[in-house]
């Protein structure tokens, strides 16, 4: 499953969307591609020149820049193009393969750049962890670029006098970042987490990233800049001033709840991705507003156009706290803690009298009556004030950054979504445990449909479903052909055992008929999806190895 050109178009321009961008500012972009990028920089400058010398890609750079009365565009060989200007700022949109050197396009932008002015280079790793992770993917890019070792780019940006540098790591590269990590705020076991992979639908990928940088981050913090899958270098002759070490998007939530994260030194600010986020942003504000009338510690301010939350120094979230407890003393250190944040929530947070007309009422999930009624419900349901999201300082609970709301929510699926998230990141951690202390464990599948049907409203479903799905591995490609063969197996079972019982019980005929159409509907479903397994090229592509474990198999039996 592909992204379409609009979806991957937003997302690509995730790269520079946050930059600090000078006003009245003029930029060349070199190697301009189809104007993924070009239309972006248009919003930032007064002049903007591009160059693509690949005539197929230009003629897409020019429907997509048609419009844009403040941008040049250039088809020719780089080392043909002569310009009469100087620019504040130079983006070098990757290096062509065969055609370009970096220390050539370094030469060329030293004559166009402003004394002061910012290179800005997108190139790919050489020992990303991609290189070594996907195989057998299909290059449709008919440009292929180079890559490059983080060691041989300091070298050559020092030759060529950009002496001052900042390097970013893009993941899960620079084409769909989702997360921009800097030297000075590298990832963690939990925020590693964001790396949203996307691959092309013909990629077999040996294992799940993620859990492979993680290995990467807990052996040395240092040597993840080495197997960062991409960079994004900002140069200049002059001191690099900007300020901003750490980005991330939401590229899995649907478009109108997608904000970008930015911090810098001093503070950390939200603002929309897109225009369609601003009535989000406005969510956010009034849930501010309502934190703030309850008397809840709240580190969030908000201006006309971002959401702004000060920066905790040298104090750990409450949930690393709670993790290092756990981890040194078991989850029974952490129960006393738990609780006062519980009883904490509990006082300040406005009861509701409503019980006819819940959040289970609103998504249609079966509940007891008397075990609703043991439920504690809140009036203005602010729901992500989890532990994630909280500081303890001065033995005061402050919070930030929450977003979300739902009228008439229990206190416990609050607490319930505390401990899950909390468990999710330490193993050490017995949820079940916690929930059974916390009077929370009778009432746990229910808060897990409400919680998936939660996210279901935020995510973008085909976003998601890439994501999920890129993680093809000889092996799983193998068991997921078992998979649906044994289910179809079943699926045939059961509809041969709902024929027998229609013509034996003529009372529940209609019933019957309409649960076997369902059968045979699911029997259709899982032989297309077995049958896209097997067309995919992945499997193709994989035949020679099955046969391996085939004779193998045979040798063991």
């Given at each position: 499953m592909?992204?379409?050109?609009?979806?991957?178009?937003?997302?690509?321009?995730?790269?520079?969307?946050?930059?600090?961008?000078?006003?009245n500012?003029?930029?060349?972009?070199?190697?301009?591609?189809?104007?993924?990028l070009?239309?972006?920089l248009?919003?930032?400058?007064?002049?903007?020149?591009?160059?693509?010398e690949?005539?197929?890609?230009?003629?897409?750079?020019?429907?997509?820049?048609?419009?844009?009365?403040?941008?040049?565009?250039?088809s020719?060989?780089?080392?043909?193009?002569?310009?009469?200007?100087?620019?504040?700022?130079?983006?070098?949109?990757?290096?062509k393969?065969e055609k370009?050197?970096?220390?050539?396009i370094?030469d060329?932008?030293?004559?166009?750049?402003?004394?002061?002015?910012?290179?800005?280079?997108?190139?790919?790793?050489?020992?990303?962890l991609?290189t070594?992770?996907?195989?057998?993917e299909?290059?449709?890019?008919?440009?292929?670029?180079?890559?490059?070792?983080?060691?041989s780019?300091?070298?050559?940006?020092?030759?060529?006098g950009?002496?001052?540098y900042?390097?970013?790591?893009?993941?899960?590269?620079?084409?769909?970042?989702?997360?921009?990590?800097?030297d000075?705020?590298?990832?963690?076991?939990e925020?590693?987490l964001?790396?949203?992979?996307?691959?092309?639908?013909?990629?077999?990928?040996?294992t799940?990233?993620?859990?492979?940088y993680?290995?990467?981050i807990?052996?040395?913090?240092n040597?993840?800049?080495m197997?960062?899958?991409?960079?994004?270098?900002?140069?200049?002759?002059?001191?690099?001033?900007?300020?901003?070490?750490?980005?991330?998007?939401?590229n899995?939530?649907?478009?109108?709840?997608r904000?970008?994260?930015?911090?810098?030194?001093?503070?950390?600010?939200?603002?929309?991705?897109?225009e369609?986020?601003?009535?989000?942003l406005?969510?956010?504000k009034?849930?501010?507003?309502?934190?703030?009338?309850l008397?809840?510690?709240?580190?969030?301010?908000?201006?006309?156009?971002?959401i702004?939350?000060?920066?905790?120094?040298?104090?750990?979230s409450?949930?690393?706290?709670?993790?290092e407890?756990?981890?040194?003393?078991?989850?029974?250190?952490?129960?006393?803690?738990?609780?006062?944040?519980?009883?904490?929530?509990?006082?300040?947070?406005?009861?509701?009298?409503?019980?006819?007309?819940?959040?289970?009422?609103?998504?249609?999930?079966?509940?007891?009556?008397?075990?609703?009624?043991?439920?504690?419900?809140?009036?203005?349901?602010?729901?992500?004030?989890?532990?994630?999201?909280?500081?303890?300082?001065?033995n005061?609970?402050?919070?930030?950054?929450?977003?979300?709301?739902?009228?008439?929510?229990?206190?416990?699926?609050?607490?319930?979504?505390?401990?899950?998230?909390?468990?999710?990141?330490?193993?050490?951690?017995?949820?079940?445990?916690?929930?059974?202390?916390m009077?929370?464990?009778p009432?746990?599948?229910?808060?897990?449909?409400?919680?998936?049907?939660?996210?279901?409203?935020?995510?973008?479903e085909?976003i998601?479903?890439?994501?999920?799905?890129?993680?093809k591995?000889?092996?799983?490609?193998?068991d997921?052909?078992?998979?649906?063969?044994?289910?179809?197996?079943?699926?045939?079972?059961?509809?041969?055992?709902?024929?027998?019982?229609l013509?034996?019980?003529?009372?529940?005929?209609?019933?019957?008929?309409?649960?076997?159409?369902?059968?045979?509907?699911?029997?259709?479903?899982?032989?297309?999806q077995?049958?896209y397994?097997?067309?995919s090229?992945?499997?193709?592509?994989?035949?020679?190895?099955?046969?391996?474990?085939?004779?193998f198999?045979k040798?063991?039996?």
């Amino acid at each position: 499953m592909d992204l379409d050109k609009e979806s991957l178009s937003i997302i690509n321009k995730n790269i520079i969307n946050w930059y600090p961008w000078k006003e009245n500012s003029k930029i060349l972009e070199i190697n301009a591609n189809s104007g993924e990028l070009t239309e972006e920089l248009s919003c930032h400058a007064d002049k903007v020149v591009a160059i693509e010398e690949n005539k197929e890609k230009y003629k897409e750079l020019q429907e997509k820049c048609r419009d844009l009365q403040n941008t040049e565009l250039i088809s020719d060989k780089l080392e043909n193009v002569e310009l009469n200007e100087k620019f504040d700022y130079i983006l070098i949109n990757s290096i062509k393969q065969e055609k370009q050197t970096l220390e050539k396009i370094l030469d060329y932008a030293n004559k166009y750049i402003n004394e002061s002015g910012i290179l800005l280079i997108l190139l790919d790793n050489k020992f990303g962890l991609a290189t070594f992770n996907c195989k057998w993917e299909d290059n449709e890019d008919k440009d292929p670029k180079i890559k490059m070792e983080k060691t041989s780019i300091e070298q050559m940006l020092k030759k060529q006098g950009f002496e001052n540098y900042k390097f970013y790591y893009p993941l899960p590269n620079y084409k769909t970042p989702n997360v921009i990590y800097t030297d000075n705020y590298m990832p963690n076991e939990e925020s590693i987490l964001r790396d949203l992979t996307l691959y092309n639908e013909n990629t077999v990928v040996i294992t799940d990233e993620r859990n492979k940088y993680k290995e990467i981050i807990n052996e040395n913090i240092n040597l993840f800049s080495m197997y960062a899958n991409s960079f994004l270098i900002e140069t200049s002759k002059m001191p690099i001033t900007n300020e901003i070490k750490y980005v991330s998007f939401g590229n899995s939530r649907k478009e109108k709840y997608r904000m970008k994260t930015i911090m810098n030194n001093e503070q950390v600010y939200k603002e929309p991705v897109l225009e369609e986020g601003k009535e989000h942003l406005q969510t956010i504000k009034n849930n501010i507003i309502i934190l703030n009338r309850l008397g809840i510690n709240i580190l969030d301010t908000f201006d006309e156009n971002k959401i702004y939350s000060k920066l905790i120094k040298n104090v750990q979230s409450f949930d690393k706290m709670l993790i290092e407890m756990a981890k040194e003393n078991g989850t029974e250190s952490i129960l006393e803690s738990v609780q006062k944040f519980y009883k904490d929530l509990e006082n300040k947070l406005e009861k509701s009298e409503q019980t006819a007309n819940t959040v289970f009422e609103k998504y249609n999930i079966e509940i007891n009556e008397e075990a609703k009624r043991k439920l504690h419900f809140i009036k203005d349901g602010i729901y992500d004030l989890i532990f994630q999201n909280a500081f303890l300082i001065d033995n005061e609970f402050h919070f930030y950054d929450q977003e979300w709301i739902e009228e008439n929510i229990p206190i416990e699926f609050i607490m319930y979504r505390a401990i899950y998230y909390l468990g999710n990141s330490c193993s050490a951690i017995d949820t079940d445990e916690l929930y059974k202390r916390m009077n929370i464990y009778p009432y746990k599948d229910i808060f897990e449909k409400l919680e998936n049907i939660l996210q279901y409203q935020i995510k973008d479903e085909k976003i998601w479903k890439i994501h999920a799905e890129s993680f093809k591995t000889i092996r799983s490609i193998h068991d997921t052909c078992i998979h649906y063969n044994n289910l179809r197996g079943i699926a045939e079972n059961e509809a041969l055992q709902l024929k027998e019982q229609l013509k034996n019980n003529e009372l529940e005929k209609e019933r019957l008929r309409q649960a076997l159409e369902e059968k045979n509907h699911q029997i259709k479903d899982l032989e297309f999806q077995l049958n896209y397994v097997i067309s995919s090229k992945s499997w193709k592509m994989t035949e020679p190895l099955r046969n391996i474990r085939r004779k193998f198999n045979k040798k063991l039996y």
